[in-house]
Antibody
Framework: QVQLVQSGAEVKEPGASVKVSCKAS????????IHWVRQAPGQRLEWMGW????????KYSQKFQGRVTTTRDTSASTAYMELSSLRSEDTAVYYC?????????WGQGTLVTVSS | EIVMTQSPATLSVSPGDRATLSCRAG??????LAWYQQKPGQAPRLLIY???TRATGIPARFSGSGSGTEFTLTISSLQSEDFAVYYC????????FGGGTKVEIK
């Protein structure tokens, strides 16, 4: 079946970077773009950015511009999101989601904790 | 960025009652509006897209309406599994989410 499986939880120190992976299965990876969405504890869902898995084009929320990078490896059917210069406010669950106009398919989420 | 505003923040409803949730867009988004349900520890689940079309497998008690800037999600008869947080999302200009409405047991 169609699914997105994300990498495991991470604990990072302030100032570090984190890279989360999202492996797709059950469909042609390069046919659908991938969005990245995060949710801080008790907070709303927050869109971070997008990658066209076919040609590698990207688009980022202004809030994260300069700190976030999305990439993909089509041979591995995997998308990646890297967030740099981490601060405590970046503690959140990070989700990848498949783009079909809306977001019908989501990964299970990856908890990133930023703490010294 | 298109701002999405949901109301109320919390809705207390008895099982079997109707729940009406509202979502307002900061500018017209035509019908590019989706609703999601999220339960604790889970990823969001798509309920409605195109403002009024139920996603695959979503029960008929969920319905959506609206266009332009005003949208509504109605749950006709709340079941125990419907108590959750609901988010609206616009996809007319990239993506933004509303702040969510928590539907709790009265």
């Amino acid at each position: 079946q169609v699914q997105l499986v994300q990498s495991g939880a991470e604990v990072k120190e302030p100032g570090a970077s984190v890279k989360v992976s999202c492996k797709a299965s059950g469909y042609a990876f390069a046919t659908y773009s991938i969005h990245w969405v995060r949710q801080a504890p008790g907070q709303r869902l927050e869109w971070m950015g997008w990658i066209n898995t076919g040609n590698g084009n990207t688009k980022y929320s202004q809030k994260f511009q300069g700190r976030v990078t999305t990439t993909r490896d089509t041979s591995a059917s995997t998308a990646y999101m890297e967030l740099s210069s981490l601060r405590s406010e970046d503690t959140a669950v990070y989700y990848c989601a498949r783009d079909s106009g809306t977001l019908p398919i989501w990964g299970q989420g990856t908890l990133v904790t930023v703490s010294s | 960025e298109i701002v999405m505003t949901q109301s109320p923040a919390t809705l207390s409803v008895s099982p079997g009652d109707r729940a009406t949730l509202s979502c307002r867009a900061g500018q017209s988004i035509s019908n590019s509006l989706a609703w999601y349900q999220q339960k604790p520890g889970q990823a969001p689940r798509l309920l409605i897209y195109g403002a009024s079309t139920r996603a695959t497998g979503i029960p008929a008690r969920f319905s959506g309406s609206g266009s332009g800037t005003e949208f509504t999600l109605t749950i006709s008869s709340l079941q125990s599994e419907d108590f959750a947080v609901y988010y609206c999302q616009q996809y007319n200009n990239w993506i933004t989410f509303g702040g969510g409405t928590k539907v709790e047991i009265k």
